[in-house]
């Protein structure tokens, strides 16, 4: 195939991206982790899979960044996932040098490639990204804005008995507590849900919607999601390789856009062959750009912690 995706990071978000990628045959796949065997083993699996799953995608799993030149996007999962009782701050100091390491490194051998950062925290990392990359804005971007929003849109067809097809939905702001979910944006076909279930519902499942990572990760135990984390970079990735100027909400560095500057924050954006290709600015009620407010703070506040890191 023609164009080359590498998945960093072969754990369960990252062995998931890969197969989701592979079955879309949105490229030739390569997995890299550090440890030895583990991307090796796990692309094996998944090319004894293509036959059965119809797909002619090369799946390469490796040690070696060299492997990963010429990518044309890259989706960074590598870092300790969330444990039970841990914040996403106590992730900070650990991900950050992880983070620079691997951008390090991929930025050497794929300097055009767009980047995907699904590593938690998530806001923070796009900022490392950013920093160690030397990438232009519009080729770094966060997932988290997709998955929150996946989360919600299943939460409304759940609770309205609607096809998820049926369903669109924006959250924004930082992944984590202070993310925005946006009821007044949110659709089942065209129709808004402040339309169709009362207030006490909807806000219902805006706090379930907050709550989404850690609802799966007390229920695990040991670990955190990653099929709708995987299945939702394999959506940027796809919206980018195909050139489709897909409106997804994203973690992206906003200078002067809703009033940020500066900051990762997720916002609405088009996605194309070269990134990003315009940000979107709706318009927001008072209360809404208060809670975006809060959020973008939540965020700066990681920001100037991890600019007091030695990482």
Known sequence: MDRKISVIGAGFVGATAAQRVAEKQLGDVVLVDI??????????????AAPVEKHDAKITGSNNYEDTAGSDVVIITAGIPR????????????????????VTEVAKYSPNAVLIIVSNPLDAM???????????????????????????????????????ENTHAFVLGGHGDTMVPLPRYSTVSGIPITELMPPD?????????RNGGAE????????????????S???????????????LPCAVLLQGEYGYNDLFIGVPVKLGNKGIEEIIEIKLLP?????LDK?????????ATLAKLNY
């Open 35 to 48: 440890v030895e065997g583990i991307p090796q083993g796990k692309a094996l699996d998944l090319t004894e």
């Open 83 to 102: 444990k039970p009782g841990m914040s996403r701050d106590d992730l900070l100091a650990t991900n950050a040098k992880i983070m620079k390491s691997v």
């Open 126 to 164: 796009c900022h490392v990204a950013y920093e160690a990359s030397g990438f232009p804005k519009q080729r770094i971007l966060g997932m988290a804005g997709v998955l929150d929003s996946a989360r919600f849109r299943s939460f409304i067809a759940m609770e309205l008995n609607v096809s998820v």
């Open 201 to 209: 519902r909807i806000e219902a499942l805006v706090q379930r919607t």
């Open 216 to 231: 799966i990760v007390s229920m695990l135990k040991t670990g955190s999601a990653f099929y709708a984390p995987a299945s």
């Open 233 to 247: 970079a394999t959506e940027m990735a796809e919206a980018v390789l195909k050139d489709k100027k897909k409106i």
């Open 287 to 291: 209360e809404e750009k208060i809670a």
């Open 295 to 303: 959020s973008a703070e939540a965020v700066r506040g990681l920001v």
